[in-house]
């Protein structure tokens, strides 16, 4: 979805720069061998295929990570060296070819982190902000947003195996909430955030929330298969029951950008960046939670209607 709105803006070249060659084949494929995109295998943790990955290129969107949280608990180290050390690399050559912006997407798990995974991505946050106050004309910002429908590992797909294969879905806890946007108006927020910035920021999405069992409840009503249960599993390690996408500590520092943003602004001081929001209004809340203004089951049909997952 990232390249293909891309493509709208008529790029000279797209690189799409990921360690799995079956994805990128096939995703070459649904682009009918678009001559403006270039797939290279590499991996954020390689220097040197990442350094000629970035040879020329004005723009860096930075997605790479290891993402699930329980890979994350089980194998720390290897969290450890694709989100910290492989988002140090990102910087580094960014830096040395004089990439005008690079943009990092993080996670609502980054706010007050219980689990690796979150603890990498704060991490991943700080290496970023502080790389602006570094002697270069590259700029850094951070988009940090909430669970993505449609995105690989989504819970959409597992509940929809779950209920063609299985005739129940399960959901680790019946009060868990989370924060959900439809793929393509996450992919033209992070246009925005990458227009809008200076460096130095972190840009929030504004995103709606909902129960995990009234999303599991839509799709099974919209299966129209009977008889499907929701089996309880317990809470995994390193899981939360509600999501944060701003701490209270952060919301100290946290303007309201517009309808669709707010803007954290960092403890660091970098020049330039809290006067440009000077004129924004700090925010009247003490955190921002997923489990507050939760969507009704009605609302919530109409976003995955509109997200074509239902």
Do not use: W
Request: overall charge neutral; aromatic content about 8%.
């Amino acid at each position: 979805e990232l390249v293909r709105q891309l493509l709208n803006f008529n790029p000279k070249e797209i690189r799409i720069f990921s360690r799995n060659e079956s994805v990128q084949f096939l995703m070459k494929q649904k682009f009918n061998h678009n001559p403006k995109l270039h797939f290279l295998i590499g991996d954020i943790k390689d220097k040197d295929s990442l350094d000629f990955a970035c040879k020329g290129v004005n723009y860096i969107f930075h997605l790479a990570a290891l993402k699930h949280v329980p890979v994350c608990e089980d194998q720390p180290n290897e969290a450890l060296k694709t989100n910290v050390f492989g988002t140090q690399n990102v910087i580094d050559l960014a830096i040395k070819h004089n990439v005008r912006k690079v943009v990092y997407i993080s996670t609502d798990k980054a706010s007050n982190p219980i689990n690796f995974y979150g603890m990498t991505k704060t991490i991943g946050e700080r290496l970023i902000t502080h790389a602006n106050i570094l002697n270069t004309n590259t700029k850094f910002v951070c988009i940090r947003g909430g669970n993505v429908l449609g995105t690989n590992g989504s819970v959409i797909h597992v509940f929809n195996r779950q209920i063609v294969e299985m005739g129940k879905v399960g959901i680790t806890d019946l009060n868990m909430t989370r924060f959900f946007l439809i793929l393509e108006e996450a992919i033209n927020l992070i246009f925005k955030a990458t227009s809008e910035s200076i460096g130095g920021e972190i840009f929030v999405m504004k995103m709606p929330r909902c129960k995990i069992t009234d999303l599991a409840d839509v799709l099974i009503e919209a299966s129209n298969k009977e008889n499907i249960e929701i089996e309880i599993l317990g809470i995994r390690p390193g899981e939360k029951i509600h999501e944060v996408l701003i701490s209270e500590y952060e919301s100290e520092n946290t303007i309201s950008y517009d309808n669709e943003y707010f803007v954290i602004l960092p403890s660091i001081p970098i020049k330039g960046l809290k006067e440009h929001y000077a004129r924004y209004k700090p925010v009247n809340f003490l955190s921002y939670g997923s489990s507050e203004g939760l969507m009704n089951k009605d609302e919530l049909k109409k976003l995955l209607e509109k997200g074509g997952f239902i």
